[in-house]
């Protein structure tokens, strides 16, 4: 698994769980991986937004997300 900043080629070690409420059910979450470096960074993006529901390890994202 992959990081999802742009241009980042890291292993990712973190799920950012988040959904866009005006697009997504209450209980959908969309999945962002985050390495250690950017982590921090990609939740904030989705904070100042609104969207970010949680953030997990990467093994225990839920069977669900996606």
Do not use: Q
């Amino acid at each position: 698994m992959i990081c999802s900043a742009k241009a980042c080629r890291r292993e990712a070690t973190w799920a950012l769980l988040w959904n866009n409420p005006t697009l997504h059910t209450t209980e959908r979450r969309k999945v962002w991986l985050g390495c250690d470096e950017h982590r921090v960074t990609l939740g904030d993006f989705l904070s100042l937004r609104g969207f970010l529901r949680d953030v997990v390890p990467v093994d225990e994202i839920p069977a669900d997300a996606g």
